[in-house]
């Protein structure tokens, strides 16, 4: 069975004996979050169905966002864009970015990425267009609090960002749960 056939069967499974509170007769979820919180997150595999419960959060309460290291490449690239999506059109009034230690992309090498790149196919030419940033993306999951601290504050420089939203930087330990502060983000509520 392929994976993709996989996932189809674990599907038809799941819809024909719902957990509770699924049922068709039961009333939709909201898109909202109803605790008004966005995560930027890892997508690191050790993360799933465990982050979330290690900090109180479920269905339903925060927007969730995941990329290899909880990262803000960018100004305006994607987690900027959910950000901006999950705080004007979802209602999000806080931002929790949440690193994690060990991580395991944290042995990446930009030139054993770029060989094994090559061996794939990737021509050379497309792999130029990253080679500058390659280094520095990589660079950053190397120190995961250096990287939590670096991407609040990108977020909180944001000219998109409204000046009000905290943006917290945590660290997450993904063998026992624990979570430790790296940057209190509190911002005031805005002057009227």
């Known amino acids: 069975m392929t994976v993709l056939e996989q996932i189809l069967e674990a599907n038809r499974r799941f819809v024909a004996s719902p957990p509770s509170g699924l049922s068709p007769a039961a009333p939709k979820p909201s898109k909202l979050p109803r605790r008004q919180i966005a995560l930027l997150t890892c997508m690191d595999t050790r993360l799933v169905d465990f982050l979330e419960p290690a900090v109180g959060i479920r269905r339903q309460d925060a927007v969730v966002i995941k990329n290899a290291g909880n990262s803000v490449t960018g100004p305006f ?107 209190d983000g509190y911002a005031p509520p805005p002057e009227k």
Not at 98 to 103: A, V, Y
Not at 105 to 131: F, H, Q, V, W
């Open 77 to 183: 690239g994607a987690s900027i864009r959910s950000l901006l999506l999950a705080i004007f059109e979802l209602g999000v009034r806080e931002i929790l970015v949440i690193g994690h230690e060990d991580c395991g992309a944290a042995g990446a090498d930009p030139a054993a990425l770029t060989a094994k790149m090559l061996a794939r196919g990737i021509s050379a030419d497309a792999i130029k267009m990253i080679e500058g940033q390659l280094a520095a993306w990589l660079g950053n999951i190397h120190h995961p609090e250096a990287n939590v601290a670096q991407v609040v504050g990108r977020i909180h420089a944001n000219p998109l960002i409204p000046r009000e939203i905290p943006v917290h930087g945590l660290l997450f330990d993904p063998h026992g749960g624990g979570i430790r502060v790296i940057v």
